[in-house]
Structure formats: structure tokens, C-alpha cells
């Protein structure tokens, strides 16, 4: 079969230990995971999760021991770093129970969900989608992917995220409002699940503004850490 345009190359992130890599399908994103985090975006009450995506085509892969690099984006004032545990489906399905969500994984990754935050603020002052915020080119930067037969379930460890050396934000994975098990249930309840899939978790409070020059280094206990540089 032949294309009328040329097709679009596979999105993939490094897998830790191996020379095989994890294509990308879609990427899915859990929106204020954390209370602290729920809080310092003006949130006073517990909620439901909520979900919004990104393309998978705005995933950039940064190999271990390298350092990534993003363009700060067009349009924007406020770039806003958010670290994140990135969660890669394995096996799909659709209404997986609690129970059984983590054998649909796959493995995990650190990530940060870059944010157009001012762009962000004026779509929600406006009632309009907020895809601009998120969805950009080059707004997932995502590290290796560690396969749970070697990292394990996580459902605790640190989360950090420097600046230049300096800590943003630093908190543990076990105060997600809503697990990785939870998340994986109420995803695939709304969208059948797929290989290939990744969810970005939420993330911790202390997100901030940073700009071209900075180096924003993340982490998560267990896991390959993050290093990307902004242009």
C-alpha cells in the first residue's frame, strides 16, 4: 500500500537495560494528581480525576546520561515546568478493575508536562479548551522507560525536580490523590487502552516559570533520572 503523503515517523522513549524501545500511541495526562498541587492552582476541595492529552508527536525522548533539549515555545510568556511519573501501557483493555490495573503496565519513566501557563489561564478565563497550554510541539519530554520486572509496582519514592541545581518541587509518589491502579481504572472506563500508551501522572506542588538557558533536572526513586535543557 502506498501513501499519497509520506507517513509520520514513530514516536519511541529508550527502555532501561535494553536496545529495544517503546513506540508511543497516545499520551494521556491526569490534570491537579497532588492536593498540594490542587491548592496552589486554586483548588480548595478534593475532585474526581480529569484528563486532557497531548500529541504523541510532542513526546521528546532523552536517553539515559544524555541531556535533553526543548525550544521555549511561541506564544508564551510563562513556561512552567511540571515533573511527573509517566506510566507506559503494556496490555490494553477497556473497563480494567482496580484489581488488575498494574498488569497493563508496562513500565515507567520520569516526564515533565511543559505548560504554556498564561495561555492556559486565558482559555480557562474564557471557557475555552485549554489544548493550547499543553499540547505544543516538544511539551512532553519524557527519560527511559524502566520495565516493572525491574523496578517494580511503584506506588511510593520521591519526586523532585531541579532548576539550575535548585529544588522546585519535592514530594512522593504515594500522595497522588488517585494511584497509578486508580488512574489506569477510570482511563480505560472512558478510552479503550492500547500498547504503546503513556499517562503522565500529575504533578507535585512548586511548579514555576523557567526560561531559554535553564537546565531543569528530574527525578524519581527507582527510575532512570530526567535532564533537559530549555533553548
Request: charged share 15%; glycine share 10%; with cysteine.
Amino acid at each position: 500500500m502506498a501513501f499519497v503523503v509520506p507517513a509520520p515517523e514513530t514516536v519511541s522513549l529508550p527502555v532501561s537495560g535494553s536496545a529495544d524501545r517503546f513506540p508511543v500511541r497516545r499520551v494521556y495526562c491526569v490534570g491537579r494528581n497532588y492536593e498540594a498541587h490542587a491548592r496552589e492552582m486554586g483548588l480548595t476541595e478534593r475532585e474526581a480525576p480529569f484528563f486532557f492529552m497531548k500529541p504523541g508527536d510532542a513526546v521528546v525522548p532523552v536517553a539515559a546520561g544524555t541531556v535533553g533539549e526543548i525550544a521555549y515555545p511561541s506564544l508564551t510568556h510563562n513556561l512552567h515546568h511540571e515533573v511527573e511519573l509517566v506510566v507506559a501501557i503494556g496490555t490494553g483493555g477497556r473497563d480494567i478493575p482496580v484489581s488488575e490495573a498494574t498488569r497493563h503496565v508496562y513500565g515507567y519513566a520520569v516526564g515533565l508536562d511543559m505548560t504554556r501557563r498564561d495561555l492556559q489561564a486565558q482559555m480557562k478565563n474564557q471557557g475555552r479548551p485549554w489544548s493550547i497550554s499543553k499540547g505544543f510541539d516538544q511539551s512532553a519530554p519524557i527519560g527511559p522507560v524502566t520495565p516493572v520486572s525491574a523496578c517494580g509496582a511503584i506506588v511510593r519514592g520521591a519526586i523532585s525536580l531541579a532548576v539550575n541545581g535548585a529544588v522546585r518541587q519535592s514530594s512522593d509518589v504515594s500522595l497522588m490523590i488517585w494511584n497509578v491502579a486508580e488512574v489506569v481504572a477510570q482511563l480505560s472506563a472512558a478510552w479503550t487502552l492500547a500498547p504503546g500508551d503513556l499517562i503522565m501522572t500529575g504533578t507535585p506542588e512548586g511548579v514555576g516559570a523557567v526560561a531559554s538557558g535553564d537546565r531543569m533536572h528530574g527525578e524519581i526513586a527507582g527510575l532512570v533520572p530526567l535532564d533537559v535543557l530549555v533553548r
